[in-house]
């Protein structure tokens, strides 16, 4: 099963072309004594642009697609995060995949970025914290135990109460990673370095079991986790007091 996948929910545009290996495959490699994973990035390109989401993403899935020496038409599946991240990055992405896989008639499945991180660590070596910068001088944080189960957030929260939520939530971390690590540096957790092919690999292996059971995705919802700035404007108000 050939995906592509994408993410647009930071700085960083992400497109890659990655296979999904059939069941039989990994269970030879297993019963081998071989580690297998469940996905093979067959390429990654990835600008960080804060600015540039749209302009960029399709000339980035195109090179991504060339170099693995394949077209859309080959394409089975569309996997895109859904965030947590801000407003016009995310709809850059999450339009693209949609309107990709309406062209293609493929399925579309929303991934959180965090969990993707989450699955592209694995195995984890204890309870990991992901962190991301979400502006305004907060982080977006997700909580995971050691066995991958998200159990924290998504959420956005000042570096100065994440301490506090963590002690509600009953997490405590052993490991901490993603790109607003040192926005926490006062938690003094070991950070935790992901793949190069992270964004990718990440976001289909926790799509996996949908993907290779042909399961119906589900609406794409983003995760913004803030209202947005622009707002409809209100009723103009008399300047008779009327």
């Known amino acids: 099963m050939l995906v592509l996948a994408l993410d647009t929910s930071t700085p960083a545009v992400t497109a890659g072309v990655v296979v999904i290996r059939p069941p039989h495959e990994l269970i030879a490699e297993l019963e081998a004594g071989r580690p297998a994973r469940p996905a093979r990035v067959l390429a990654q390109h990835t600008v960080v642009d804060p600015l540039a989401h749209a302009e960029k993403l399709m000339p980035l899935v195109t090179a991504a697609l060339a170099e693995a020496g394949h077209t859309v038409r080959d394409l089975d599946a569309v996997v895109v995060g859904v965030g947590p991240g801000p407003f016009t990055g995310l709809r850059v992405g999450m339009v693209t995949a949609a309107a990709l896989g309406d062209a293609l008639d493929i399925p579309v499945h929303g991934v959180p970025g965090h969990d993707g991180l989450a699955r592209s660590l694995q195995p984890l070596p204890g309870a990991l914290l992901v962190v991301t910068d979400a502006r305004r001088r907060e982080v977006y944080v997700s909580g995971y135990a050691a066995d991958g189960r998200r159990v924290l957030g998504p959420a956005v929260v000042a570096p ?33 370095t992901p793949p190069a092919d992270a964004p990718a690999i990440g976001l289909v292996e926790a799509a996996a079991t949908p993907l290779l059971t042909g399961a119906l995705p589900g609406p794409l919802v983003p995760l913004y986790l803030r209202r947005p700035d622009a707002t409809v404007p209100g009723a103009r108000k008399s300047v008779l007091g009327r």
């Open 160 to 192: 100065a109460a994440l301490p506090d939520l963590l002690a509600g939530s009953g997490l405590t971390p052993t490991r901490v990673a993603g790109a607003g690590t040192g926005l926490i540096a006062d938690l003094d957790l070991p950070v935790l």
